[in-house]
């Protein structure tokens, strides 16, 4: 059973900073994508950014692009969501997943990943 690890949630106000973490076995990172998804009340999944290792290839959803980054440390096993500049329509609970690499590192499709964190709350309020 694969484990993915989560970390980082909070409440911020709107224009606020948050980071989460998404830590995997370190072997995952060679035969895997890191995706980060969101749910929000009521709607599906949407896929918010992912990353490849080996290269740091990097895909952003139009909705976050310019906003959030996506990013590995060399030294640490965590992939990482910096979000800036928070706005509500943020507001959902966040998962990481991974998804089996093979020519489909931009894949942000929940369905079709294999693995999945658990998910931690992030609320953009004033």
């Known amino acids: 059973q694969v484990q993915l690890g989560v970390s980082g949630r909070g409440f911020v106000e709107p224009g606020g900073t948050l980071r989460l973490s998404c830590s995997a076995p370190?072997?995952?990172?060679?035969?895997?994508?890191i995706g980060w998804f969101r749910q929000a009340p009521g709607k599906g999944r949407e896929g918010v950014s992912s990353?490849?290792?080996?290269?740091?290839?990097?895909y952003y959803a139009d909705s976050v692009k310019g906003r959030f980054t996506i990013s590995k440390d060399i030294n640490k096993k965590p992939v990482d969501l910096q979000m800036t500049a928070l706005e509500p329509e943020d507001t959902a609970v966040y998962h990481c997943?991974?998804?089996?690499?093979?020519?489909?590192?931009?894949?942000?499709?929940?369905?079709?990943?294999?693995?999945w964190g658990q998910g931690t709350q992030v609320t953009v309020s004033s």
């Open positions: 997943g991974a998804l089996v690499r093979g020519g489909n590192e931009g894949d942000l499709s929940a369905q079709n990943y294999d693995y």
């Open positions: 370190i072997y995952m990172l060679e035969y895997y994508v």
């Open positions: 990353f490849t290792d080996g290269g740091g290839r990097t």
